[in-house]
């Protein structure tokens, strides 16, 4: 076969992982386990930069978490653009289904 294909199921799938995975990383504080450092250490050179530490990390986490957000959303744009382009296509092949393999 020549070409490409699009694995539109599978490219759905993924668009679907990408958003839990930025759901779930949404819910984790790893500022707040860094933050204990204070407590546990006092007077401490860790202690003194586990605020700015921790400040960081959850900036972090929330522009990956951003950043996978748009990662899923555009996964699962692709995934119904190819399915319009494909259905839009059939008339084109007598209206036979613009399926490639077994679904």
């Known amino acids: 076969m020549w070409g490409y294909q699009a694995e539109i199921d599978d490219i759905r799938a993924s668009g679907n992982a990408a958003g839990e995975a930025a759901e ?31 400040v960081q990390w959850n900036a972090e986490l929330l522009a990956w978490v951003d950043d996978m957000r748009r990662y899923a959303e555009n996964l699962r744009r692709s995934a119904e653009l190819y399915e319009s382009n494909e259905k839009a296509a059939e008339p084109a092949f007598g209206g036979m289904p613009m399926e490639w393999g077994p679904r």
């Open 24 to 54: 779930q990383a949404a819910r984790a504080d790893p500022g707040d386990t860094i933050s204990e450092i204070r407590a546990a250490m006092p007077g401490s050179a860790s202690a003194e930069v586990a605020g700015s530490l921790a």
